[in-house]
């Protein structure tokens, strides 16, 4: 059974940086798409930034500049690289990974940011 685990969220200042972590269970060389993903209160989860087996990367245009998306596969995990945090960015952020013909989730890490 796979597992995503996600680590690195927490409280932070405007203007700081965290770096969260995505750990795949087992080797993501299988999931064709890694993504996070970011939920507000009362609202949808939205697509933050993902990337493809093949090194592509696509991003939110809110966080574009800021955010990078990186995958290590010796370490089956993904990175969120988020720096010039703004207090919008606070959310629940949510690591996914795509396996055809399934999705499989984390258990979110809480990112707050203190204006």
Known sequence: QVQL???GGGLVQAGGSLRLSCAASGSIFSFN???W???YPGKQRELVAGILAR???NYADSVKGRF???RDNAKNTVYLQMNSLK???TAVYYCKGVRPP???WGQGTQV???S
Do not use: C, H
């Open 33 to 35: 798409f890694m993504a």
């Open 37 to 39: 993903y970011r939920q």
């Open 55 to 57: 090194g592509n990367t």
């Open 68 to 70: 990078t998306i990186s």
């Open 5 to 7: 685990v996600e680590s």
């Open 87 to 89: 207090p919008e960015d």
């Open 112 to 114: 707050t940011v203190s």
């Open 102 to 104: 399934l999705d499989y």
